[in-house]
């Protein structure tokens, strides 16, 4: 695996991807201390310029960019992103589990098919208000 990451790690997700979306925002509500900033590339108003990262590769597989600015692909970018969690948790655990040279291997084979199948995968609802329809007039 590359050299420790340098946080804030920007992590480029698919927001408009269900099971990517889920994952990623999980990381974002767990306790990171700020070290993780999610940036959705579904986004209407993402531009990929200042990225330096066209759209469809940042589609094709997770990205993580570190604060000097090391790219990370793939499963390099779980990794990294794992590292923004203590040691002692799940994604500690995760992130020596990933580095072993049995494993790592397997992984980035698994995440490849991953990435290949997700675009079959059932896309996410936009978050529309609800409040108030059904009840004009009342």
């Not at 993780?36 to 940042?58: H, K, N, Q, T, Y």
């Not at 590292?83 to 995760?94: C, E, I």
Request: glycine letters at 8%.
């Amino acid at each position: 695996m590359p050299n420790q990451p340098h946080f804030p790690l920007r992590i480029y997700y698919d927001g408009a991807c269900s099971v990517c979306a889920a994952e990623i925002e999980f990381y974002g509500r767990s306790q990171h201390g700020e070290r993780l900033v999610l940036v959705d590339i579904s986004a209407a108003d993402f531009d990929p310029g200042p990225v330096g990262i066209s759209r469809d590769e940042l589609m094709y597989q997770l990205h993580a960019i570190d604060r000097s600015g090391t790219v990370y692909r793939n499963i390099e970018a779980f990794w990294a992103i794992w590292q923004a969690f203590p040691a002692s948790t799940w994604y500690g655990l995760l992130g020596a589990l990933i580095t072993l040279p049995a494993v790592a291997p397997c992984a980035r084979l698994g995440y490849r098919v991953f990435a290949r199948l997700r675009r079959y995968l059932p896309q996410r609802r936009p978050r529309v208000c609800r409040l108030g329809r059904g009840n004009a007039g009342r």
